[in-house]
């Protein structure tokens, strides 16, 4: 049974930063996409960040240009998200998300496709 796990999150001031981290058992964080979106209770989900299979690609919504980086460690089957910058408008809950069917495109412009596995995630407030 595959279960995917986000930590890392919690209650910070504007212009601080949060480390997000994700890992899952019964699966490794192989040669395919990762990804990490948030959702606002009432909103569409955002998908913020993808990591292509190779890591040569990296996709990043214009709203965390910049302030964000996703990066993986195959060797601990980790998944990262750094947060730096922090604003009001991060506030949200943030998951991890794997596609080991290979069924999502990731380029530095794009990331499109249905991810098979998803987290509980987990929330990120940000007080002004």
């Known amino acids: 049974q595959v279960e995917v796990v986000e930590s890392g999150g919690g209650l910070v001031q504007a212009g601080e930063s949060l480390r997000l981290s994700c890992t899952a058992t019964?699966?490794?964080?192989?040669?395919?996409?990762l990804g990490w979106f948030r959702q606002v209770p009432g909103k569409e989900r955002e998908g913020i960040s993808c990591i292509s299979p190779s890591g040569s690609s990296t996709y990043y919504a214009d709203s965390v240009k910049g302030r964000f980086t996703a990066s993986r460690d195959k060797a601990k089957n980790m998944l990262y998200l750094q947060m730096n910058n922090l604003q009001p408008e991060d506030t949200a809950i943030y998951y991890c998300?794997?596609?080991?069917?290979?069924?999502?495109?990731?380029?530095?412009?794009?990331?499109?496709?249905?991810?098979?596995?998803w987290g509980q995630g987990t929330q990120v407030t940000v007080s002004s």
């Open positions: 998300a794997a596609d080991p069917g290979l069924q999502v495109l990731v380029t530095n412009r794009m990331c499109s496709g249905d991810f098979a596995y």
């Open positions: 019964g699966l490794t964080f192989g040669d395919y996409p």
